[in-house]
T-cell receptor, first 107, second 117 residues
Framework: DIQMTQSPSSVSASVGDRVTITCRAS??????LAWYQQKPGRAPKLLIY???SLQSGVPSRFSGSGSGTDFTLTISSLQPEDFATYYC?????????FGPGTKVDIK | EVQLVESGGGLVQPGGSLRLSCAAS????????MHWVRQDIGKGLEWVSS?????????AGSVKGRFTISRENVKNSLYLQMNTLRAGDTAVYYC???FGSGYLDYWGQGTLVTVSS
């Protein structure tokens, strides 16, 4: 199975800050990576797919990059509605696996 | 509008069974792979199972042999039959649509399964 790790596990930031979250796969997954945002009590929401493609309706302050084993999600200017937990997920092979999540909270 | 609505969750004793359903609307259900993903309260996301448009099935190792995924295209419905349930299966179960290459673009609101005596 492909293991996904994320760092940091949590980050405290202020509105307007630039936030970067890293995801690493235990083996190469090309660009078969997605990022999701989840708020408490809500279902996850797809933000980024294919490592860098912005899902329709997602603000352009979100961006993704990387390929192979190392990926990043960047929020260029954090907004109040961005405080949430973020997960990466590989879809290159079964079983699909998610990272453990990165919680972004208010500093 | 795409909608996924799960049902069938509840409290069940260890060793018991439960069948989850996911009613889909707003898209051509038969053309999409579908997934079940679960999340223990306060924990991370765990992929559980997937069924393709041709009926091909995949399972997480933790549920293989105990859970069965199925779909009924004429009813626009996805199912998860869960047998020999354990305390570790306690979670919110989400159904999700795969728009291609394992990317899950629509999710239901989730249904809570609690396995406890």
């Amino acid at each position: 199975d492909i293991q996904m790790t994320q760092s940091p596990s949590s980050v405290s930031a202020s509105v307007g800050d630039r936030v970067t979250i890293t995801c690493r796969a235990s083996q190469g997954i090309s660009s078969w990576l997605a990022w999701y945002q989840q708020k408490p009590g809500r279902a996850p929401k797809l933000l980024i797919y294919a490592a860098s493609s912005l899902q329709s309706g997602v603000p352009s302050r979100f961006s993704g990059s990387g390929s192979g084993t190392d990926f990043t999600l960047t929020i260029s200017s954090l907004q109040p509605e961005d405080f949430a937990t973020y997960y990466c997920q590989q879809g290159t092979s079964f079983p699909f696996t998610f990272g453990p999540g990165t919680k972004v909270d208010i500093k | 509008e795409v909608q996924l609505v799960e049902s069938g969750g509840g409290l069940v004793q260890p060793g018991g069974s439960l069948r989850l359903s996911c009613a889909a609307s707003g898209f051509s259900f038969s053309r999409y792979d579908m997934h079940w993903v679960r999340q223990d309260i306060g924990k991370g996301l765990e992929w559980v199972s997937s069924i393709g448009t041709a009926g091909d099935r995949y399972y997480a190792g933790s549920v293989k042999g105990r859970f069965t995924i199925s779909r009924e295209n004429v009813k626009n419905s996805l199912y998860l039959q869960m047998n020999t349930l354990r305390a570790g299966d306690t979670a919110v179960y989400y159904c999700a649509r795969d728009f291609g290459s394992g990317y899950l673009d629509y999710w239901g609101q989730g249904t809570l399964v609690t396995v406890s005596s």
